[in-house]
């Protein structure tokens, strides 16, 4: 009997270790929780979120936290098509986009408009997107539509079109301020297209091509403009060149005729100097030879008369050579002739010196009077 109550007893004690094993394993098995990348979870405990889980291991208390499985619809729209945000149960914390359809709109002067617009965010509170919002593509598409009408309106047709940057930060600010209690966070909002209706956008299309002809047009007679004044300015500054170049030539040429009138005039002037020098030399010469010797001048006249009897002699056709004999006799004569002067009255012999000295008075006055 002993053996078989032993035998219970550890049979026992057995059966607890397993017991207590396998509560062990439960609760492991219960309260540790591994996430995979890019997800998140969201814990209930007793019915109530608690709290969100991460990617890696987390530890929650088993029977009263729970990991709930979500099954709210949680999509956003991308290209007309639904995209879930769930999956596997865990909300996906990668980035998502929104791209509604376009939006037909009305722009400050009653025109309607189409904006694309693009909206990239990230889930930051998951517990928010599942409990707190209700059918959120809807409800994210509506408030961008919303934002869109109400910025868009404070623009006319002429300057939404130019106003794409200026619209996309007010949209961002627009949707910042209504997706915090979302649980999302706005990363950036890009307007893909701004245009209008067809016939509004063929109008605007012949419009703007009317205007680039025009410009073009403009800019072409702007460039002939600048070209002809450019030739004009180009044809004026060779004009003043020529002119400058044609008054310098002029001046340089009256400047080296000056110049060699100047020199032709200096040498003549020195030349004449030394002329004038050179007679006046003479001059003073004969002036001190006449004072030397008062006969000299009759000496010297008869020198010059003889000379121009050679030369009339020489120049005439009837010119008569008397030979030295007969010379002689014509001596012979002349000494008879003053032999018969010399008997003449005294008077007429006291006169002849005075005479004499009268002509050679006038010779030295006519000497003095030459150049």
Do not use: C, H
Not at 35 to 45: L, W, Y
Not at 84 to 100: F, H, K, N, T, Y
Not at 350 to 369: C, F, G, L, M
């Amino acid at each position: 009997m002993d053996d078989i109550y032993l035998q219970s007893g550890i049979g026992s004690e057995i059966i607890l270790y397993l017991v207590i094993v396998a509560f062990v394993l439960i609760i492991l098995i219960k309260g540790i929780k591994v996430v995979p990348e890019g997800r998140a979870k969201i814990v209930e405990r007793l019915g109530r979120r608690n709290k969100t889980i991460y990617p890696g291991i987390n530890i929650i208390i088993p029977f009263l936290d729970k990991v709930k499985i979500i099954t709210e619809v949680v999509t956003t729209s991308v290209k007309g098509q639904s995209v879930s945000l769930i999956d596997g149960g865990a909300v996906v914390l990668a980035e998502q986009r929104m791209d509604p359809p376009s939006k037909l709109l009305l722009a400050k002067d009653n025109s309607q408009i189409n904006v694309d617009s693009i909206v990239y965010f990230r889930i930051k509170e998951p517990a928010k997107l599942v409990y707190d919002v209700q059918d959120f593509e809807e409800a994210f598409e509506t408030l961008i539509e919303t934002t869109l009408r109400q910025e868009v309106g404070k623009y006319d047709g002429d300057t939404i079109i130019t106003a794409r940057d200026t619209l996309g930060d007010a949209l961002k600010q627009g949707l910042l301020e209504a997706s915090n209690s979302w649980g999302i966070e706005i990363r950036r909002v890009e307007i893909e297209d701004i245009s209008f209706d067809a016939d509004v956008t063929k109008t605007l299309s012949d419009a703007r091509q009317e205007e680039l002809i025009r410009r073009a047009e403009l800019v072409a007679k702007k460039a002939e403009a600048e070209q002809l004044t450019l030739e004009a300015e180009a044809q004026k500054k060779a004009t003043i060149l020529k002119a400058e170049g044609d008054a310098e030539a002029v001046r340089l040429k009256a400047q080296g005729d000056f110049d060699a009138k100047k020199l032709e005039a200096e040498a003549n002037f020195l030349l004449q100097s030394r002329e004038q020098e050179g007679i006046a030399q003479g001059y003073a010469a004969v002036a001190k030879s006449l004072a030397e010797n008062p006969e000299a001048i009759v000496s010297l006249e008869a020198l010059k008369t003889q000379a121009k009897i050679a030369d009339s002699i020489g120049k005439s056709q009837n010119a008569l050579i008397v030979p030295s004999e007969t010379a002689g006799l014509f001596g012979a004569v002349a000494s008879l002739a003053k032999g018969y002067e010399a008997l003449k009255p005294k008077s007429s012999n006291a006169a002849q010196p005075n005479t004499t000295t009268k002509q050679a008075d006038v010779k030295k006055a006519e000497i003095a009077e030459k150049p």
